[in-house]
């Protein structure tokens, strides 16, 4: 890709108003090129395979197809595309537990990023480079509750109306792990089940 050439992109979220804003961020730089938006993973994928475009940034949980598993089919192709996942949850040590994908994943961005960070993760991974992801603002230190990360994910997930099943397969844990971050996360907040942790973490600011 010569200096001068623009990067193209493709966008896929299921949710429309994120979708566009998404593709408004890439249509605001000059150096990106917005070739396609889609609305399923399936969709995204077929858009990839005919367009190759130089990124896609995908949702990570879509209703048919989410984004590993894109980036999955991208890679197994072996396809030139460099993918960006979008999640509202941080996907800490993604790249580490799916080492396959790491010619084609670059990493992801929390839904809470701006603008300015979409297009410069964008550019980043045109050029072949890492991301570290960025999580919301406080989450890092728990909020103050003395829960992890992993915990806070967990709990996240949890008021999303997710299962432990659903919950491990979006995180690449095992169920009973799953089920552990829940008991600390329970004993951290001074609860003993789901629905009162989920009521104290929005009490406390943890959850949206």
Do not use: C, W
């Not at 994120?18 to 994928?45: F, H, I, K, P, Q």
């Not at 169920?175 to 629905?195: F, S, W």
């Amino acid at each position: 890709m010569s200096a001068r050439a623009q990067v193209s992109v493709l966008v896929a979220d299921d949710h429309p108003l994120y979708r566009d804003a998404v593709a408004n961020a890439v249509r605001m730089s000059a150096e990106l090129a917005l070739v396609a938006e889609e609305s399923t993973g399936r969709a995204a994928l077929e858009a990839i395979v005919g367009l190759e475009p130089d990124v896609a940034v995908l949702d990570v949980r879509m209703a048919d197809f989410g984004g590993v598993e894109v980036a999955a089919e991208v890679a197994q192709r072996k396809l030139r595309t460099r993918i960006v996942l979008l999640s509202a949850y941080p996907q800490a040590g993604l790249l580490d537990r799916r080492t396959e994908l790491r010619s084609t994943l670059s990493g992801y961005l929390t839904k809470d990023a701006s603008g300015v960070s979409i297009r410069a993760a964008i550019l980043a991974a045109a050029r072949g480079e890492r991301l570290a992801g960025r999580a919301p603002a406080g989450e890092g230190a728990g909020g103050g509750s003395g829960l992890s990360a992993r915990e806070l994910e967990v709990l996240a997930l949890t008021a999303n109306g997710a299962s432990a099943p659903e919950i491990a397969a979006e995180l690449f844990l095992s169920p009973t792990t799953v089920k552990t971050h829940l008991q600390h996360a329970y004993a951290k907040l001074g609860v003993a089940d789901r629905a009162a942790a989920v009521a104290e973490g929005m009490r406390r600011g943890l959850l949206d």
